[in-house]
């Protein structure tokens, strides 16, 4: 059962995002890049991780992507033009990236073969529970800095906006 | 649990109030927080003070939580309230109270209102914290905390250069005594483990005599700074730049006491340091006479009152010095009564003459302002001794306590009295005897001024007879017997007599005299006049030397020529090295990432090699 | 391979999570390198930044411990501040230049 | 394989109910309005009109479909998709009253008990936004652009008054899941007062209650927030360009979100299925009394008809309300169907409110839509949130 959503939404996460990178329209690739988000987010469930799940889904496709999908129809971005300047990324990209893959692929299989497996329910340290409670005693610290944070980029994003007003 | 905090929080609350919201609120809200809040602790001084039936007996002791905690050493903000505390309580709040009544009117033209009372309400917190403190941690809190508000008070018409300097002056000369102190504090940690007061003196006893002197003598220097003692005294004098009811409540009533109360406090530890004791009598009996004299020839009506504060300071360390805890007590309470009612009298003259300070410019004011008249008499009166008003009593006590400790101390004690009575009555007679020489017509203060002073009056006539401090402090320390020699009495009050009726003679019926005087003995007349030119000297001996030298060393040698020299190379170095790197950047981002990515290859093919082992390992 | 199936029944490799978020993620920079509508590239980004997540979650989950998902959740915080704050400077660049082709965008060059 | 095939009963069995009653919705919206303004409202098709939703059915799918030209047609066809799939989907974790027992099976009024069902809702309506995003963007179209970037500014804006709201209560509750939360409601304070969070806790959640009901006014595009599909500003807003049934799609998707969002206020604030007052004062005799009284009226009317159908249309209903009434009184039945009355009860009540408003209220100008979520609901709700966070921290 585990394998079987596992291959199906790892699937569907591969394929969004090949799309995520191929797609010449920039609302193709966001709502690919959406489609990535929620099969993820149904890994994180079957990994045990509920509360990140919902919250992947309510922060990254329900706020972020509005975002971005808000600028790209604000822009009305086309799709984009074929030109490119870069020989250095068109050259050296393609097979440094294979070269990355290929050598986490290696060391994954050699150090973690038997990492031991994933079973739904056999961690469930994931609820929202155990996650607020790790996050307001020992991580409250960075909590705490996060949220001064959010508050920069507010900040930011407003002198930002004032300065494009006018 | 008697919530002592209440006690210096009411103060706090108002000063936040007053210094947060005061610039919207009319005069009368700031006025009602700033009164309210002192008399409201005034109030709870006196519910603590009913509520217990005897502080000797049961002292109280309220620990409220651990502030620093290392190792065994651990520092709590804990509160006590002993006779002593309790006898300070009553003095801070209740003076205070008058005083801030009194400043409603005093200051109701001033700017700046609402700033002037903060500052005073978040003065009368860091007093009653310092007074409240049950170790000498927290006591030093309140001892910076006041420190930090008698700057800004005395700072306080800060468009004046010369209330600037003189805020800063008093600022710098309290950091030596606070450099003392804080020596001294860790000394006893050293030495005691703790800070704590009832461990520290019950443990003081056992310790070496060496030690105890050494931070017996340290505690001095603090005490020094703040209560003006030699050498330190020469910011007080300046200090009555800031408004007079500042003068009255933080430099003669309340502040400038702490150095007397610390070193009472610490009597446990003084005791057994004999050496410090001597010296704190000496500095006590020379600052005393040094600035009597140096009193007997100011004009400025602030300034001699001022510098009879520091004489008057110098009694209660001698009264310290010799033993006599209590009656130093003693007199800083009646100290606290005549003195702050002299500067308020003074302040009330003040104002009368349109903000005229210098004496020769009044005169005759009696017609005017009599009900200042009629209290000043009173407050000359009991701080030049008279028979059976407070200061009478307590400086006799010194004097007695003296006298038993070292008979020359008494003869220069008495002298000093003379002096202190000649100068405080040359300055009444000068106010307000003979003819208005003022500009502008003078006018008697408003009621809210008037009141406060009668209150004083009535206390400095009587507070010493009514609150006999050494027999309240008994328990803590007993009086010395033996000493009630009546002619030692006698002698006092004739000596203070003697400078009563001198002054009369001089500036009431025939008034050339002093300039004759002044004429003939022109050299020391001036020494005194200028003060025996000791802002000078320290200018010239510790200031002078201190600027030329951190000019040429610090600045042009150290900081222009080494840490300048080793930024600038720094500088032109990473501009030579990034001239080389930038061949590399494209300005494409992308390039850039390539780059990235690569690198990161190149770190999983090094892990790779060097980890494969533990790949490997895993693997089986 | 019976015995194979066997290990297949319980449960997924925590090895086959790792190397798709790997995947993922080498996705997501060959979008970057590859892509130069800037908002594109920007989603290449975050797509990373899921990749990563997910490897954290899979840690998480191998360990029994929570901190992982922790991890992720200050991750996710992070991307959603820097899409917010990312997102204002690209329509201020295209308020000045009408541009969002990344190789056109290079003040910063020379 | 039992679990497999109750589930499938059970979905068809509410897809069924569901899309009925969002049929019928707009139908007792029209009429209300209608009484509201003193008009008839549908009367034609079928007694009182009560056949128009089935006509209306017919007439959406019969229409041809437009298509404008040089719009991507695959976005264009996945926006209403979107929408409606968003809007029907998350009624599957709202759980409609206790459980039921047929024989041997026992199983919950409730597709799934999802144990974090608070946020799976959270999430999918944070998700809704991309239909009317996208319809609006893809159809290619000024007014239909300016209507989907309204609704995505505005759905995105009021989310966070709305979480903040929905915050608040969870922290008194204590958990995640929307049946243990309407478990938490049930008993009563002095025996009479129930325990429902916007009376109870130590904070009733009565402002958080009305902050939620407001944003999610918002949340559905309903009037007086109806921006995106202001017909006088921008003729429909972001379905403009959609006709038949991608038209029908988007008004489904209203109607099932509106339904969502009542009874999540009424599982969040109102105790889900918990009757107003305990049984012990005879709460289970007030769906039959209703229904009886209603009975009554309908044959009294039908006896002196005001039209001349009504002479036998209103005694019909009449019967049928009588043996409503008849079956709420069964013994057996009663654990079954009181908690359902009353769940669908209090969702009634919230939907007749948003049809109320509808008739009465005017629309907010943009500006001020904004200006409102931002600076005066989201820290009314963020206040309220901090209140009740203290006072719960204080009562624990």
């Known amino acids: 059962m585990d394998i079987f959503f596992f291959l199906v939404f790892a699937a569907i996460a591969l394929i969004s995002a090949v799309n995520v990178v191929l797609q010449r329209h920039p609302i193709a690739s966001a709502l690919s890049l959406i489609g990535v988000m929620g099969s993820i987010a149904v890994l994180y469930l079957l990994l045990g991780a509920e509360f990140i799940a919902m919250a992947q889904i309510i922060v990254y496709a329900g706020a972020v992507m509005v975002l971005f999908i808000f600028v790209i129809m604000l822009l009305n971005a086309g799709a984009e033009v074929r030109r490119g300047r870069s020989w250095t990324s068109q050259l050296l990209g393609i097979p440094a990236l294979l070269a990355f893959v290929g050598l986490i692929v290696l060391f994954v299989q050699r150090g973690f073969a038997d990492a031991g497996y994933v079973k739904f329910g056999n961690f469930t340290g994931g609820s929202a529970q155990s996650v607020g409670l790790a996050l307001f005693t020992s991580y409250l610290l960075p909590f705490e800095v996060t949220s001064v944070l959010i508050l920069v980029a507010i900040l930011g994003t407003i002198v930002l906006a004032r300065k494009e007003m006018d | 649990m008697r919530n002592l905090w209440l006690i210096p929080a009411l103060p706090f609350l108002g000063f936040l109030a007053n210094g947060i919201f005061g610039r919207k609120f009319p005069k009368g809200v700031v006025n009602a927080i700033a009164i309210l809040s002192v008399v409201a602790s005034f109030a709870k001084v006196l519910v603590v003070f009913l509520s217990v039936p005897d502080l000797a007996a049961t002292p109280v002791h309220e620990h409220y939580f651990t502030w620093i905690k290392s190792g065994a050493f651990s520092v709590g903000w804990d509160f006590a309230v002993d006779k002593l505390t309790m006898i300070m309580l009553m003095i801070v709040t209740g003076i205070g109270s008058l005083i801030h009544i009194y400043a409603t009117g005093y200051m109701a033209r001033e700017e700046g209102y609402y700033r002037f009372f903060a500052y005073m309400n978040l003065f009368m917190f860091f007093m009653l914290d310092l007074v409240l403190a049950a170790n000498y941690l927290i006591l030093f809190v309140g001892w910076e905390g006041v420190g930090l508000c008698s700057y800004l008070l005395i700072g306080f018409y800060f468009v004046k250069k010369s209330a600037t300097t003189a805020g800063n002056k008093a600022f710098i000369v309290n950091r030596i005594g606070d450099f003392g102190f804080s020596l001294a504090m860790f000394l006893i940690v050293v030495n005691f483990g703790t800070l704590d007061f009832t461990q520290v003196f019950s443990a003081a006893p056992g310790k070496p005599v060496g030690t105890l002197t050494a931070i017996a003598l340290l505690l001095l220097l603090g005490a020094c700074g703040k209560s003006a003692q030699i050498p330190l005294y020469v910011w007080l004098p300046d200090a009555m730049e800031g408004p007079t009811p500042v003068s009255a409540l933080i430099h003669a009533a309340t502040m400038v006491t702490a150095g007397v109360y610390m070193c009472t406090r610490s009597a446990a530890i003084f005791t057994h340091a004999p050496v410090a004791m001597e010296t704190v009598a000496i500095i006590g009996l020379a600052t005393a006479v040094f600035a009597a004299t140096i009193g007997l020839a100011q004009n400025d009506i602030k300034k001699v009152f001022a510098y009879s504060t520091v004489s008057q300071l110098g009694y209660m360390f001698l009264g310290v010095g010799v033993g006599a805890f209590s009656a130093g007590i003693w007199h800083l309470m009646t100290h606290a009564f005549f003195k702050a009612l002299l500067f308020l009298g003074a302040g009330s003259v003040i104002h009368a003459c349109h903000g005229e300070q210098d004496m020769r410019h009044m005169g005759g004011l009696k017609k005017y302002a009599p009900w200042t008249c009629l209290t000043l008499a009173c407050a000359s009166l009991a701080i030049s001794g008279f028979p059976f008003t407070s200061g009478y009593f307590s400086k006799d006590a010194i004097l007695s306590a003296a006298y038993g400790y070292a008979p020359w101390m008494y003869w220069v004690g008495v002298v000093t009295a003379g002096m202190t009575a000649f100068y405080v009555w040359r300055a009444f007679w000068m106010t307000f005897m003979g003819e208005y020489k003022g500009h502008g017509h003078p006018h008697e203060s408003p009621p809210s001024m008037l009141a406060p002073l009668v209150v004083l009056a009535v206390l400095s006539l009587g507070g010493g007879y009514f609150f006999n401090v050494p027999k309240i402090l008994d328990s803590m320390f007993p009086i010395a017997e033996g000493a009630e020699n009546m002619n030692l009495t006698y002698i006092s009050v004739v000596f203070g007599l003697i400078g009563i009726a001198l002054s009369y003679y001089m500036y009431v019926m025939n008034k050339e005299l002093p300039e004759r005087i002044a004429a003939s003995f022109g050299g020391l007349y001036n020494l005194i006049y200028n003060k025996y030119f000791v802002d000078e000297i320290y200018d010239a001996t510790v200031v002078n030397p201190m600027i030329i030298g951190s000019t040429t060393v610090l600045w042009h040698g150290v900081d222009q020529g080494v840490i300048d020299g080793i930024v600038n190379g720094v500088g032109t170095e990473s501009k030579s090295i990034g001239g080389l790197l930038k061949q590399l950047q494209s300005g494409n981002i992308r390039s850039y990432a390539t780059w990235v990515v690569l690198g990161a290859v190149a770190l999983l093919i090094v892990m790779g090699v060097t980890a494969m082992g533990f790949a490997a390992g895993v693997g089986q | ?110 | 394989m039992v679990f497999v095939i109750i589930t499938l009963i059970k979905l068809a069995l509410i897809a069924f109910i569901l899309l009925t009653v969002l049929a019928y919705l707009q139908w007792v919206e029209r009429k209300v309005i209608a009484h509201v303004q003193v008009r008839m409202g549908p009367s034609r098709v079928g007694p009182h009109g009560l056949l128009q939703p089935l006509a209306d059915v017919i007439k959406l799918i019969t229409k041809e479909g437009v298509m404008p030209p040089h719009v991507n047609s695959f976005f264009y066809l996945l926006a209403p998709f979107l929408a409606v799939f968003m809007a029907l989907i998350s009624i599957s974790v709202i759980p409609f009253g206790t459980q039921l027992t047929i024989g041997p099976y026992t199983t919950m009024m409730q597709l799934t008990d999802v144990n974090v069902g608070i946020l799976v809702i959270l999430a999918i309506s944070s998700m809704g936004v991309y239909g009317i995003a996208l319809a609006g963007w893809s159809s290619n179209n000024k007014y239909a652009l300016l209507g989907g970037l309204r609704s995505s500014a505005q759905m995105i804006s009021y989310e966070l008054p709305m979480s903040l709201a929905i915050a608040s209560p969870l922290l008194i509750a204590g958990t995640l899941s929307l049946r243990e939360i309407v478990n938490s409601q049930a008993g009563y304070n002095f025996g009479i007062l129930p325990k429902w969070l916007i009376f109870a806790g130590p904070f009733p959640q009565i402002f958080s209650f009305i902050i939620f009901m407001i944003s999610a006014f918002a949340e559905t595009n309903r009037i007086p927030f109806d921006l995106p599909e202001a017909e006088n500003e921008l003729v429909a807003g972001f379905h403009v360009e959609y006709s038949s049934m991608t038209f029908a799609a988007f008004f489904m998707a209203e109607y099932a979100n509106m339904v969502t969002v009542c009874s999540i206020a009424t599982l969040l604030f109102l105790g889900g299925w918990h009757p107003l007052w305990p049984a012990a004062y005879g709460s289970n005799f007030v769906a039959p009394l209703i229904l009886f009284v209603a009975g009554a009226v309908c044959i009294y009317h039908g006896l002196n008809p005001a039209r001349p159908l009504d002479r036998y249309t209103l005694p019909a209903f009449g019967i049928i309300f009588f043996g409503l009434a008849g079956v709420m009184l069964v013994p057996f039945l009663v654990p079954i169907l009181m908690p359902l009355f009353w769940f669908l009860a209090k969702c009634g009540f919230l939907l007749f409110v948003f049809v109320w408003i509808r008739a009465t209220l005017p629309r907010f100008r943009y500006d001020q839509l904004m200006g409102f979520a931002w600076k005066g609901l989201f820290p009314a709700a963020l206040l309220n949130l901090l209140i009740t966070g203290f006072l719960v921290a204080l009562a624990s």
Not at chain 3, 71 to 83: L, R
Not at chain 3, 95 to 110: A, F, G
Request: proline fraction near 2%.
């Open chain 3, 1 to 110: 391979m019976p015995e194979a199936l066997q290990a297949l029944n319980n449960g997924v490799p925590i090895a086959w999570y790792l190397i798709l978020s790997a995947v993922l993620f080498a996705l997501g920079v060959a979008g970057f390198l590859f892509r130069r509508n800037i908002i594109t590239v920007f989603m290449c980004i975050e797509l990373m930044l899921n990749a990563v997540n997910l490897s954290f979650v899979a840690f998480s989950n191998q360990h029994k411990l929570v901190s992982g998902q922790i991890f992720t959740f200050f991750v996710m915080v992070v991307a959603a501040a820097e899409a917010a704050v990312g997102l204002a400077i690209i329509l201020t660049v295209f308020k000045n230049r009408q541009t969002l082709n990344i190789d056109e965008i290079n003040s910063l060059k020379n």
